[in-house]
């Protein structure tokens, strides 16, 4: 029994796979951490073999360690389910990210002809904040923090301005794509329609 606990996946966390024999230690840079979810709600690592809290999790997340989640049983991808319960978790307690209009916009999305490109929208804007974000971490690095406190105590520095001006015109160009799109995806509903605008 103790050896289907010790599985890993050698694919990326997105895909679906059967689970291997497998009692690997050393953690390769392609080899996904497993965590199973069993019946009684509880969580399983399979890389440390010990049973792990949704704080842990997230504590994987933040570190930015790929893992897979799975249901125990029939071995379905539950990964984004996990990641859905550590935003609820967040926003429940805490200062919460998202406003109660942003939330309900969201949720009138769904089902909507426009959910895919505003789920495209999101995860580019998301992408390019965190790239900005590594781009600052990186600078922040080779100063010392009393030099930066004093930098972002009253003025921005110019690169800061720099990085702020190149993602607030990515996300001009983005919308414009958007809007573009949803223009010609009109147009030709209404030439299937037989109608012209």
Aim: no cysteine.
């Amino acid at each position: 029994m103790a050896s289907q606990h010790l599985q890993r996946s050698t694919v990326p966390a997105t895909k679906k796979t059967t689970p291997s024999k497998s009692k690997k230690t050393d953690q390769s840079a392609d080899t996904v951490r497993v965590i199973k979810k069993y019946p009684n709600r509880r969580l399983y690592d399979t890389a440390s073999s010990s049973y792990v809290t949704l704080s842990q999790v997230r504590e994987l997340v933040m570190s930015g360690e790929a893992f897979v989640a799975r249901d125990a049983k029939t071995n379905e991808d539950l990964t984004r389910s996990i990641l859905l319960q550590i935003i609820l978790e967040e926003e429940s307690g805490g200062v919460p990210m998202f406003s109660e209009a942003v939330l309900s916009n969201l949720i009138r999305f769904y089902g909507h002809a426009m959910q895919g490109l505003v789920g495209g929208y999101l995860e580019k804007n998301m992408q390019m904040f965190t790239d900005l974000q590594q781009q600052m971490k990186g600078q922040s690095q080779a100063l010392p923090p009393e030099v930066w406190q004093h930098m972002l105590g009253n003025t921005q520095p110019a690169s800061m301005k720099d990085l702020m001006t190149n993602y607030t015109e990515q996300t001009q160009t983005a919308l414009k794509t958007m809007q573009e799109q949803m223009q010609k995806q009109g147009e030709q509903m209404w030439s299937a329609m037989g109608l012209k605008r």
